[in-house]
């Protein structure tokens, strides 16, 4: 089992930038795929990028390709989610997520395991 931890959002202007962190406890965080997803108000919660265990890999919905930029450090369990060029549309709560078969690649929730309980992130306009 993993425990997820997010942080690193906040409210920023559209243009801005914002990374956020997802801190992972245990001792086998590199078998994991990670995911991060968002949930605007009303919505349901979305795919947003993917890395695979090793990092080498990575996935990213059409809407924030090229401005978003998803990694992972093993050695310090956490998985970051850089975001730049950040739109108000970007406005959500944003969830890391973990999928014990390593799914890094997968829009649907149910391919992941574990959740974390996310982090605000508004954007200005």
């Known amino acids: 089992q993993v425990q997820l931890v997010e942080s690193g959002g906040g409210l920023v202007q559209a243009g801005g930038s914002l990374r956020l962190s997802c801190a992972a406890s245990g001792r086998t965080f590199s078998s994991y795929g990670m995911g991060w997803f968002r949930q605007a108000p009303g919505q349901d919660r979305a795919f947003v990028a993917g890395v695979s265990r090793t990092g080498g890999s990575t996935y990213y919905a059409d809407s924030v390709k090229g401005r978003f930029t998803i990694s992972r450090d093993n050695a310090k369990n956490t998985v970051y989610l850089q975001m730049n060029s950040l739109k108000p549309e970007d406005t959500a709560v944003y969830y890391c997520?973990?999928?014990?078969?390593?799914?890094?690649?997968?829009?649907?929730?149910?391919?992941?395991?574990?959740w974390g309980q996310g982090t605000q992130v508004t954007v200005s306009s």
């Open positions: 997520a973990a999928s014990q078969l390593g799914t890094y690649y997968s829009a649907s929730k149910g391919g992941y395991d574990y």
